[in-house]
């Protein structure tokens, strides 16, 4: 069994490299949560349905987020009626958002709603929200305490970034499935290359996640998001420097510390003081073969470090 944890975008195309590549019993996502939030009364989770259109092959590749062939009469509406438009939900990403809100009101987990919902999509991996229970990434800006998404989306994560809390967390469990997961010698833990602070961030801000990690005697290798000093896409780059680190893969290894055995990276990108075993390679995703290349390259050093 292969564990890879996942923010959205990033994460998803090796995620969806490894799926090409794993028998689909083999294989194991984790999803982070901590982007998860209320509006107008619905339940969005949008790493987890980044991940779900993404493996289902339904992502949107013009607009590099939410779902194919998409329409907007709900947004066009609600902006005729005077309501708040700055997250645009497309019709038919709605009918998701509707669907896990009113079944998470019914009282079922949202490991439970996502799965069937894996499976309705023909989704063959194991899809696991990080935890059942609600965390909530806060950033600290130069503007003062705000949620996620009005940071990242309402305000393009331009305030600099002083602090992050992911609340909830210390009182969060682990998803049950990735705990029994761990603790049944997986191959290894994969870490996506999603944004550290705020993708990968809050599922090790898991109570006893890093422990169990470490238990589980697997090798644990990230694949760089940051190539050349720049983030592909996205603030990765921007909160390293505001955080006061040069953003390199070097940071990346520092960031992740002790937990890593192995850093995939940029040939480019080696420096002599990463700590992990380096495994240089070409990290930038931009078709199906570089995703399955990528992820084949992630299993290699996966095995080296065995
Ligand atoms: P988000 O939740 O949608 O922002 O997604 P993630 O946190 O998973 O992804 C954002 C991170 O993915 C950024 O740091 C990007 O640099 C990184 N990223 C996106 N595409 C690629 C890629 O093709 N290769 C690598 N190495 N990193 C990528």
């Given at each position: ?7 959205g975008?990033?994460g998803a ?6 799926a090409q590549?794993l ?16 509006h107008?009364?619905l ?31 709900f ?63 806060r ?17 393009r ?22 705990l ?72 990346v290894a ?50 080296a470090?065995?």
């Amino acid at each position: 069994m292969i564990i890879a944890l996942s923010g959205g975008v990033g994460g998803a195309k090796l995620a969806l490299g490894l799926a090409q590549l794993l028998p689909a019993e083999e294989l194991c996502i984790v999803a982070n949560t901590g982007d998860d939030f209320e509006h107008f009364g619905l339940t969005v989770c949008p790493d987890i349905d980044t991940l779900t259109y993404t493996l289902a092959g339904l992502d949107n590749r013009q607009l590099g987020w939410g779902r194919q062939d998409e329409s907007w009469a709900f947004m066009e509406t609600l902006g005729t009626l005077g309501g708040e438009d700055w997250f645009r939900l497309g019709d038919r990403d709605l009918a998701l958002h509707v669907l896990r809100s009113h079944r998470l009101r019914a009282g079922e987990s949202l490991s439970a709603i996502t799965d069937d919902i894996r499976t309705r999509l023909q989704i063959g991996p194991r899809l696991l929200p990080m935890s059942d229970d609600p965390v909530r990434t806060r950033l600290l800006t130069d503007e003062g305490w705000m949620d996620f998404q009005p940071w990242f989306v309402g305000r393009r994560a331009a305030p600099a970034v002083r602090r992050i809390d992911f609340t909830g967390a210390a009182a969060a469990r682990p998803q049950g499935a990735l705990l029994a997961a761990l603790a049944a010698r997986p191959r290894a833990v994969v870490i996506c290359p999603s944004n550290p602070f705020i993708s990968i961030g809050p599922i090790l801000a898991l109570p006893g996640l890093r422990d169990a990690i470490r238990a589980s005697g697997a090798p644990v290798i990230a694949v760089s998001p940051i190539i050349a000093g720049q983030a592909v896409k996205g603030p990765t780059a921007k909160m390293f420097a505001d955080a006061g680190a040069a953003p390199s893969a070097a940071s990346v290894a520092a960031h992740y510390g002790d937990l890593l055995d192995g850093l995939v990276l940029e040939a480019g990108d080696l420096t002599p003081d990463i700590a992990p075993r380096c495994f240089p390679a070409r990290t930038l995703m931009t078709t199906q073969e570089d995703k399955i290349a990528l992820a084949r390259i992630v299993l290699a050093a996966a095995e080296a470090l065995r």
